[in-house]
């Protein structure tokens, strides 16, 4: 009976000790791929173009303003001519 006894509380420490690796070796490689993910990104493109808009860039392109799509410059001619369109015609004199 004392044998019985021995033998469970031997298998109980296995098992603990086996819990108890099994979360220190967690613990560690969690550490690890925080360490790697907080670490310098040397991948991607060094010339990248920053995502800060030119103050030139229309308010109506938000793809422009994150810098995904090229901003196309109005001229003076194409903004007298928006400008006319957007102006409402006067009414006709009345008679």
């Not at 108890?20 to 907080?38: E, G, H, P």
């Not at 109005?74 to 903004?79: F, G, K, L, M, Y």
């Amino acid at each position: 009976m004392a044998e019985q006894k021995q033998s469970a509380i031997q298998r109980i420490q296995v098992g603990l000790v086996g819990l108890v690796v099994v979360l220190l070796f967690v613990i560690l490689a969690n550490m690890v791929l925080d360490r790697v993910s907080d670490g310098p990104q040397t991948g991607g493109v060094p010339d990248a173009a920053p995502l800060i808009a030119d103050k030139d860039a229309t308010p109506d392109e938000p793809l422009a303003e994150l810098g995904v799509t090229p901003v196309a410059k109005e001229t003076d001619a194409e903004r007298a001519a928006k400008d006319a369109a957007q102006t409402p015609l006067s009414p006709a004199p009345a008679r």
